[in-house]
T-cell receptor, first 115, second 113 residues
Framework: EAGVAQSPRYKIIEKRQSVAFWCNPI?????LYWYQQILGQGPKLLIQ????????DSQLPKDRFSAERLKGVDSTLKIQPAKLEDSAVYLC?????????????FGPGTRLTVL | GQQLNQSPQSMFIQEGEDVSMNCTSS?????WLWYKQDPGEGPVLLIA?????ELTSNGRLTAQFGITRKDSFLNISASIPSDVGIYFC?????????????FGQGTILTVHP
């Protein structure tokens, strides 16, 4: 079974630029999560999708971050414009559903460096 | 918001030694989880705990869900070099917050052969 795929694996941009990350969850997984992991910390949930609907985005900085999951499969996370403090690893995770396998299978992450 | 305090922050041990780490919360959780993260990879689930007082093993790993539902412990017996990595606890509050995991800060484990 293929795991969660993410691209790119690494991205370096300058502050105020825009960046987008892509996630392809495990086939059949209805729930998709985006986490931000700052160096030396645990992952922090940014947004949770159930199929193509948003379940929780309370910790998403909506003034600069946006995410979508068109057709309930792949998802993209965008930052516009980026700030220095956005430097982190962005992890995507998926699970069968909110009430089963809620713990998620994580992708390898995209490491973002903002200069 | 909810916070998890994980300790110790780091551990340096000899191969063959046992390891203990714990996680405490200011809030009650319905599920406690323990993950391991290797460099350049996402976290991988090691053990999931669903009931207060539950003790669960996975090979050399044993984890417990605290009676108060505000803490959890992970033990690794007879450590080996491949145990090196960062261990995270995570809690899930349940109810309408399904899937909304709160992670601890992590415990960095180094095993000397």
């Amino acid at each position: 079974e293929a795991g969660v795929a993410q691209s790119p694996r690494y991205k370096i941009i300058e502050k105020r630029q825009s960046v987008a990350f892509w996630c392809n969850p495990i086939s059949g997984h209805a729930t998709l999560y985006w986490y931000q992991q700052i160096l030396g910390q645990g992952p922090k949930l940014l947004i949770q999708f159930q199929n193509n609907g948003v379940v929780d985005d309370s910790q998403l900085p909506k003034d600069r971050f946006s995410a979508e999951r068109l057709k309930g499969v792949d998802s993209t996370l965008k930052i516009q414009p980026a700030k220095l403090e956005d430097s982190a690893v962005y992890l995507c995770a998926s699970s069968l559903g909110m009430a089963s396998g809620i713990y998620g299978f994580f992708g390898p992450g995209t490491r973002l460096t903002v200069l | 918001g909810q916070q998890l305090n994980q300790s110790p922050q780091s551990m340096f041990i000899q191969e063959g030694e046992d390891v203990s780490m714990n996680c405490t919360s200011s809030s009650i959780f319905n599920t406690w989880l323990w993950y391991k993260q290797d460099p350049g990879e996402g976290p991988v689930l090691l053990i999931a705990l669903y009931k207060a007082g539950e003790l669960t093993s996975n090979g050399r790993l044993t984890a417990q869900f605290g009676i108060t539902r505000k803490d959890s412990f992970l033990n690794i017996s007879a450590s080996i070099p491949s145990d090196v990595g960062i261990y995270f606890c995570a809690g899930q509050p349940g109810g309408t917050s399904y899937g909304k995991l709160t992670f601890g800060q992590g415990t960095i484990l180094t095993v000397h052969p």
